[in-house]
């Protein structure tokens, strides 16, 4: 008599009942936010922006022409949806559009009652596991409080910082503080899709296939991705961090390897394993931060990366004058 194997469990995601955002929300992306709500008229803009064009027209340009998911309409997505709003413990159910364009995209978008758009370029590259991770990651928008300024910045992307009446002298600061308070947030918001996933390969494959994915039978490898990853961050010199900053200026997103790198410090830092495991802040009076506690968080984590920064540029010019002695020392000869 043959023994039959032992059929394992199914894997059981942890429902994160009554988490509150500070738990997931990285320091660099709160600190950003608090500096770009303290821009002098930015409140005045925000409700000029609400009176131009208001939630109703943002809603209906999706309505008119995306799919809205519901049980009889991509009930597998709606299924999936569902899925990861229970596990989130997010009783609000924001609205979810797909919207047929190659890009690959997704965004959480208005200002009273934000609704998520998902492209179907994405879902077309995404399996359903990397979906799971990209629904979770726009209810952590949501569960933020994002959509509000993000959907400023998509705004002022698509039409023009000069495109609302009355922004005037306020259009550059409002555009640097909103793109930089933006890609921050992505950080965040991944961290929120690997919580609603809690499959951190999942998490990480996302990524992969944003940077260079595709529906073909070609082999990608996750450990190659990521240590691309860490060449990317590692590559030193002045030239080569001039770059990395010119890139990235106009950009609401951070590049796919750093997005993958920065949630995988997160990993190892044992952030996202004390959430599953229950340590977490909840919903209500306690997940109040007070502001100098997230200005003292992000500036260890600016100060990480400028003091890295600054090292390795000083080091080029330390090179640099090396090799300038040199030649000129050679020429004495």
Known sequence: MTESLPVPAPFRRRVLTGIAPVA??????????????????????????????????????????????????RPKLHALYTEVLETMDWAERPDLFVTQTPFVNAMAVGFEKPFIVVHTGALGMLAEPQQRVLLGHEIGHVMSGHSTYSTLALLFLSFGFNAIPGLGLIALPVQ???????????????????????????????????????????????????AQAQQYESDSGAINLLFKLLNVAGRT???NTVRAAELQRWIQAGGYDAIVNGEYTRRGADAERPLTDDYADAAGYYGD????????????????????????????E
């Open 24 to 73: 997931w929300e990285h320091p660099a992306d709160r600190a950003a936010l608090q500096t770009l709500r303290a821009i002098p008229g930015l409140d005045e803009l925000v409700r000029k922006v609400m009176s131009f064009l208001g939630e109703r027209g943002v809603r209906q340009l999706f309505t008119a022409d995306s799919v809205r998911v519901n049980e009889r309409q």
């Open 176 to 226: 640097l503080a909103l793109l930089e308070w933006y890609r921050k947030a992505e950080f965040s918001a991944d961290r929120a899709g690997l919580l609603a996933s809690q499959e951190p390969l999942d998490a990480m494959r996302m990524f992969l296939l944003f940077a260079g994915g595709t529906g073909d039978a070609d082999e990608t490898s996750l450990d190659e991705f990521l």
């Open 253 to 255: 997103h951070p590049f």
């Open 305 to 332: 990366k400028v003091k890295g920064m600054m090292n390795q540029m000083a080091d080029a010019a330390r090179r640099a004058t090396d090799t300038m002695n040199n030649a000129f020392r050679n020429e004495d």
